[in-house]
């Protein structure tokens, strides 16, 4: 239908005319007309909503399914955790308390993996809290002047201590072989 349907019917109409006699008959052909354009209008809305909700209806199914996927990921691979860490429970509380020293390299490594299994949960669970990865160079790019000098310094006076000592020692010797 045009977009000037209603204007192409009203000057077209009968009695629309100033001389014209059928006014009544005019207006009735009038509000008929604006009935079958309010009620087209009324469908084609009707038509354009049902197909938002249908397509809204879709992306919220697809959303809810992807959250679903994702949260029993994480159940499982939380189910996991808790079977590692009760086992490694299970392994520190059945080691000795009083051990001798053949036993005492596998009470030690018993507690060294136990401990790397918290590490590493600690690890993961600030990971997946937000929190930002440090990276190394990023980090470096951050330091102000005076900081990088400090850190230069704190990294290179084991080397600057060699070079002194070095220098020092061959004086010593170069003293005592000529004796000058």
Known sequence: MPPDFLNTRLVT??????????APEASDDLETILEKEDTRTRKKVIRRDV???????????????????TLEDE??????KLTRFAEVRE?????????????????????REAHMEMVKHHRDSLAEDGAPAINPAEAWMELSFSA???AG??????LILAI?????VIAAVLYLLFGV
């Open 164 to 168: 002194f000592l070095a220098a020092g």
């Open 51 to 69: 197909a938002e909700t249908g397509r809204r209806k879709s992306e919220v199914e697809r959303d809810l399914n992807e959250i679903i996927a």
């Open 91 to 111: 392994m520190v509380s059945t080691l000795p308390d009083n051990v001798d020293e053949k036993g005492l390299f596998e009470v030690k490594r018993a507690i």
């Open 13 to 22: 109409a009968k009695g629309f005319g100033p001389g014209d006699s059928k």
């Open 148 to 150: 990088l000098t400090k």
């Open 75 to 80: 159940r499982r691979l939380a189910e996991e």
């Open 153 to 158: 310094l704190a990294l290179t006076w084991p």
